[in-house]
């Protein structure tokens, strides 16, 4: 076949796309050049900007940018300053640890090593009994009663302060009505103490522990139990195999949340056992701004130390979820 002739008689060369052209073909010519991009600095960038922070979006996030700064950043930050504010031989400020030092002594020590041994404990327990609830629950396939857990769960999980502890202390303290019916006293245990304590943040631990690992158990699909047993597993296999790494994140960011909660209780610890009964990190924050002095530069530093500790368990549960939820989508 001839190639067409143009009107001066000469066959066009064949027209070849360079890569330039290619690239610019599938991005639909939206790639610019360097010298064609905005600078840092330069009015067009700047108005862009400026656009999308009058945009509807960004304005409707203004009440809650200013309850975050107020409310959050700004305690933080001062909590912060506070903390590493030390007072110098000749009365004046200066900037020093010497508050963070102070944690080892007393009953601060005694609080730190109390709260984590209680979160540790009550996390642990809380997070054999959601699991295995939740995993019961999910074998019944019901969406209905999925959602009524679920809102059972959101309401029960962050329930607690004074209320809780006058309900455990009207069933399970020293005259209560289930320590009488069955004469706990014979078994030397005591509602105020740290296994009370443990006792009473499974009221809303388990709630949470189940609220974070229902959706784990619901989201394992039916076809990865059909594949295992069409290639010759069994139950065990799948659960080895398939089901526990799946959901094995989930149940541990679940297990950190439990702790994070019962780390940060302060009501219910309150009401509880009091300021005195039982070094808690919360009870001495609180024992301690009642104080003058160098108190509350004490305070500050323990609210450093709960602050740090809160982040951490957010960053790892949040990072642990979104491995999980990798597989549900």
């Not at 330069?42 to 200013?66: E, K, N, Y």
């Not at 019961?136 to 962050?158: G, H, M, P, W, Y």
């Not at 009473?200 to 047993?229: D, H």
């Not at 924050?285 to 130390?305: E, K, N, P, Y």
């Amino acid at each position: 076949m001839s190639l067409p002739v143009t009107q001066a008689g000469a066959a066009p060369a064949p027209h070849t796309q360079t890569g330039a052209e290619s690239g610019g073909a599938e991005t639909g010519g939206a790639t610019a050049s360097p010298a064609q991009r905005p600078s840092l600095f330069s009015r067009a960038r700047w108005q862009g900007v400026g656009s999308a922070l009058r945009s509807p979006a960004t304005l409707s996030l203004l009440p809650l940018g200013l309850i975050l700064l107020l409310f959050f950043i700004v305690p933080i930050v001062g909590m912060a300053i506070i903390a590493i504010t030390v007072t110098t031989q000749d009365g004046g400020t200066g900037v020093g640890m010497d508050n963070f030092l102070a944690l080892n002594r007393g009953s601060h020590s005694a609080a730190i090593v109390n709260s984590v041994q209680v979160s540790l404990v009550g996390s642990a327990i809380a997070a054999v009994v959601g699991t295995l609830t939740s995993f019961c629950i999910a074998q019944i396939r019901s969406e209905k009663l999925d959602s009524v857990v679920a809102v059972f769960t959101s309401v029960l999980a962050n329930d607690g302060g004074a209320p809780l502890a006058f309900s455990f202390i009207v069933t399970l303290g020293n005259a209560g009505v289930i320590f009488g019916m069955l004469n706990l006293g014979a078994t030397g245990f005591s509602l105020y103490s740290w296994q009370g304590l443990v006792v009473m943040y499974q009221y809303f631990l388990i709630p949470t522990m189940i609220m974070v690992s229902l959706p784990t158990f619901v989201g394992l699909r039916k076809e990865w139990r059909e594949a295992n047993a069409a290639l010759g597993g069994s139950a065990s296999t799948f659960w080895r195999r398939v089901g526990l790494p799946i959901a094995a994140p989930a149940l541990l960011g679940g297990w950190i949340l439990c702790f994070g909660a019962a780390f940060a209780t302060h009501a219910s610890a309150a009401v509880l056992i009091g300021a005195g009964g039982y070094p808690l990190i919360p009870l001495n924050i609180g024992d301690l701004l009642g104080q003058a002095g160098d108190s509350q530069q004490v305070a500050m530093a323990l609210g450093v130390t709960m602050v740090v500790i809160a982040v951490v368990t957010l960053f790892a549960f949040n990072r642990l979820q979104s491995r999980s939820a990798r597989w549900m989508r």
